[in-house]
């Protein structure tokens, strides 16, 4: 199981960093993923964490403005995202890969979502 | 920016089969598997097919998926008014080194 923070609002300009707790697995077994999706649109990937060392990677699009970090003693992951803009306002998703120690495969559980609203 | 193609939407009446197409490249679709996601009005997406034609325990059997080359599919046989979401195809991209999405299809019971 996977919960995310509640429901966020912000200027442009501003951060937001969103939280999504995992609960009922072996927390750093298990890359996570994270995928925003704008109003009325679909998925788009930003990035996955190996919660076992801290490792990331981006999509191009977000690199430099966006960054995962993680708290193993709290099996949670983060994503932070700076110099929010309208274009950022989404329902941002946590998610966790199916197969163990792997990235590339696809993921079984998704988060219930955060949505951020950047709005001046 | 979706790299996955599907049709927008699908349609058909209860008890219809109803197919739906993501095609991809070499890159990704052509050298990993394909994950398929059901995303129901206001919820989170959920997990339909993983790794390319398989179905996780409580997903209906009148769900299925398979993979040829570049190109994924998926059926759904025996429609029901449940059945009415928004369809995603997912896969690695080996190129991009990310994760790519399909456009997704909208399925309408009629």
């Known amino acids: 199981h996977l919960a995310q923070s509640g429901a966020e609002l912000k200027r442009p300009g501003a951060s937001v960093r969103l939280s999504c707790k995992a609960s009922g697995y072996s927390f750093t077994d298990y890359y996570l993923q994270w995928v925003r999706q704008a109003p009325g649109q679909g998925l788009e990937w930003v990035g996955w964490?190996?919660?076992?060392?801290?490792?990331?990677k981006y999509a191009q699009k977000f690199q430099g403005r966006v960054t995962l970090t993680r708290d193993t003693s709290m099996s949670t992951a983060y994503l932070e995202v700076t110099r929010l803009t309208s274009d950022d306002s989404a329902i941002y998703y946590c998610a966790k890969e199916d197969q163990p120690y792997l990235y590339y495969y696809g993921v079984d559980v998704w988060g219930q979502g955060t949505t951020v609203i950047v709005s001046s | 920016q979706s790299v996955l193609t599907q049709p927008p939407s699908a349609s058909g009446t209860p008890g219809q089969r109803v197919t739906m197409s993501c095609s991809g490249r070499?890159?990704?679709?052509?050298?990993?598997?394909v994950y398929w996601y059901q995303q129901l009005p206001g919820a989170a997406p959920q997990l339909l097919i993983y790794k390319s034609s398989q179905r996780p325990s409580g997903v209906p059997d009148r769900f299925s998926a398979s993979k040829s080359g570049t190109s994924a599919s998926l059926a759904i046989s025996g429609l029901r008014s449940e059945d009415e979401a928004d369809y995603y195809c997912a896969a690695w991209d080996d190129s991009l080194s990310g994760y790519v999405f399909g456009t997704g299809t909208k399925v309408t019971v009629l």
């Open positions: 070499s890159s990704n679709i052509g050298r990993n598997y």
């Open positions: 964490i190996n919660p076992n060392n801290g490792a990331t």
